[in-house]
């Protein structure tokens, strides 16, 4: 139980394009989803908080207009990572709570190149 | 913002040896975590606590829930060449469902 899956698990785009990311709770309902962004040999970086039918709730220095995040049902948010350029080139994990809220599971992950 | 040391940033050990890494925070957490992350893959979830002082074992990882409710350790005993990757401690409070990382621990073990 508690498997999150991610989509696609690797792209490659062009500077300037949108690239979206799908997070999937497969066997349980997540009312609140995470997406994070991981560096090269660093630890895990919340960007924002996704909540079922409402906005997303973004960190201190994340760009809303850049990361839109839309988690439109209860097993399923995207995000949208928008005209991207090589410095948003990272590795992109999504979480979903699970047992009450007590815990985090986390996706596979997507690594993102940007040329 | 919370912070969370996490030590050894580093370990490099001999298939057998047992090993140890901590976390600790100037904060209360409610919640301790102990995630598992292998090279190109996300977190997996090891070990959950949810009560000062509580013990909790699941196979050869044994995790600490510090009293004071700023530490919490992980014990992992007899290591096998698979136990390599990062390991990350993460601390959930009363403010909300966010979890606070530490820097990750990376563990090599040497058959």
């Known amino acids: 139980g508690a498997v999150v899956s991610q989509h696609p698990s690797w792209v490659i785009c062009k500077s300037g394009t949108s690239v979206k990311i799908e997070c999937r709770s497969l066997?349980?309902?997540?009312?609140?989803m995470f997406w994070y962004r991981q560096f090269p040999k660093q630890s895990l970086m919340l960007m924002a908080t996704?909540?079922?039918?409402?906005?997303?709730?973004?960190e201190q220095g994340v760009e809303k207009d850049k990361f839109l995040i839309n988690h439109a049902s209860l097993t399923l948010s995207t995000l949208t990572v928008t005209s991207a350029h090589p410095e948003d080139s990272s590795f992109y994990i999504c979480?979903?709570?699970?047992?009450?809220?007590?815990?985090?599971?986390f996706g596979p992950g997507t690594r993102l190149l940007v040329l | 913002g919370q912070q969370l040391n996490q030590s050894p940033q580093s370990m490099f050990i001999q298939e057998g040896e047992d090993v140890s890494m901590n976390c600790t925070s100037s904060?209360?957490?409610?919640?301790w975590l102990w995630y598992k992350q292998d090279p190109g893959e996300g977190p997996v979830l090891l070990i959950a606590?949810?009560?000062?002082?509580e013990l909790t074992s699941n196979g050869r990882l044994t995790a600490q829930f510090g009293i004071t409710r700023k530490d919490s350790f992980l014990n992992i005993s007899a290591s096998i060449p698979s136990d390599v990757g990062i390991y990350f401690c993460?601390?959930?409070?009363?403010?909300?469902?966010?979890?606070?990382f530490g820097g990750g621990t990376r563990l090599m073990v040497k058959p």
């Open positions: 979480s979903a709570d699970g047992q009450g809220g007590e815990t985090q599971y």
């Open positions: 066997d349980f309902q997540a009312t609140t």
């Open positions: 996704s909540n079922e039918g409402s906005k997303a709730t973004y």
């Open positions: 904060s209360i957490f409610n919640t």
């Open positions: 606590l949810y009560k000062a002082g």
């Open positions: 993460a601390g959930r409070n009363n403010a909300g469902n966010m979890l606070t």
